[in-house]
């Protein structure tokens, strides 16, 4: 027997038949909507470069409108995400990096590796002490000098930089000069 075959029986068994229809429902909406991406790619890509270049259709419906402005904006986020971490990044370009093996290897199914593990992050101290010290010990209280406490500096990055607006892009020079 095949696994599918298999799968197969076992769905039919166990699994509801309304389930199992919108399943199949959904499959073919997916083949299908790949299609339709596929078909109207050209389309989307005018109706894109319209929109961003500030020329719309004048029967644009007010959903794709949204859907566009929605979509800059969550882009935009998305590169002020990624350009701020390639800044910070950059400033640690100059350490290494080390590999610490593990003390213990977990892996297996041995509970006795478990048990070593537990022991290892769990401490336990026992304090057998006849009597106390106090009666023997001359208490004497300075005071500590208070550390200063050390607050991290906020970056300030620019997000706005020429040299990010066209990071990622691969356009020739003649693009980019139009485009400036």
Do not use: W
């Amino acid at each position: 027997m095949s696994q599918a075959y298999v799968n197969q029986l076992t769905i039919n068994c166990l699994v509801n038949k309304d389930m199992i229809n919108k399943h199949i429902d959904k499959k073919k909406l997916n083949k299908e909507e790949k299609e339709e991406i596929k078909f109207y790619r050209k389309r989307t890509y005018n109706l894109f470069k319209e929109l961003i270049n500030g020329t719309p259709p004048t029967e644009l419906l007010p959903d794709v409108k949204y859907a566009y402005d929605t979509f800059v904006r969550a882009s935009i986020h998305y590169f002020k995400i990624a350009d701020n971490n390639d800044i910070i990044q950059a400033e640690y370009d100059g350490f290494e990096r080390t590999f610490v093996e593990p003390i213990y290897d977990l892996s297996g199914n041995d509970p006795s590796r478990s048990v070593e593990a537990d022991k290892f992050l769990m401490r336990s101290v026992k304090l057998n002490f006849p009597q106390s010290l106090d009666k023997h010990v001359s208490k004497t209280i300075v005071q500590k000098k208070e550390e200063e406490t050390f607050l991290p500096k906020q970056k300030n990055i620019n997000l706005l930089d020429p040299k990010l607006e066209y990071k990622g892009i691969k356009t020739e020079k003649k693009e980019k000069e139009q485009l400036i």
